[in-house]
């Protein structure tokens, strides 16, 4: 009888990290779904920035505790199933949105590059692993497994913030 393990469920992002080829561009396109589905179950929510604020710390726990389950189950370091780290850097990447987004009717042009740009700061940084983000793959288990990603996303965050203020400044259309 199949019993179904959630650490397994979490780590492969809900089974995006199965889907191929690039795994972990795949797993950051579903952490970019899910974060905008949370943010529309959030919608009309006078906490929902605070939540939107605290998901990533939260997720970023969750993905350590995952991977770290995942990797000592399946004996690989890194595998490129898992994709929690993903979802965990693009939730970092996204989080300046909570600050500059609001609801009033923009262009989707806009809407589009907000979303755009996050995502390829992060892959971006997530390949390259420049500095500290190659080294915090050393860390041990599912701080290793995570940690550089977490680290890409808060490096594209730096850049999202006043690329997002030149987006509103020269997309309006």
């Not at 755009?116 to 793959?137: E, N, S, T």
């Amino acid at each position: 009888m199949f019993k179904p393990r959630p650490a397994w469920w979490l780590a492969t992002g809900f089974g995006s990290g199965y889907l191929r080829p690039a795994p972990g561009t795949w797993g950051s396109l579903a952490g970019l779904a899910a974060w905008l589905l949370l943010g529309w179950a959030l919608r009309g929510n006078a906490v929902a920035p605070w939540l939107l604020l605290a998901a990533p710390a939260v997720l970023t726990l969750l993905a350590v505790w995952s991977a770290d389950w995942v990797v000592k189950e399946s004996g690989q370091k890194d595998p490129s199933f898992i994709v929690a780290d993903e979802w965990a850097g693009m939730w970092f990447a996204l989080t300046p949105l909570v600050f500059t987004v609001t609801i009033q009717p923009q262009p989707w042009s806009l809407w589009a590059a907000r979303l755009v740009a996050p995502f390829l700061l992060f892959r971006l940084f997530d390949i390259w692993k420049p500095g500290p983000v190659d080294a915090a793959q050393r860390l041990p288990g599912g701080w290793g497994v995570v940690m550089d990603d977490v680290l890409a996303g808060l490096l594209a965050a730096l850049l999202v913030w006043p690329l997002d203020r030149w987006l509103v400044a020269h997309l309006k259309i």
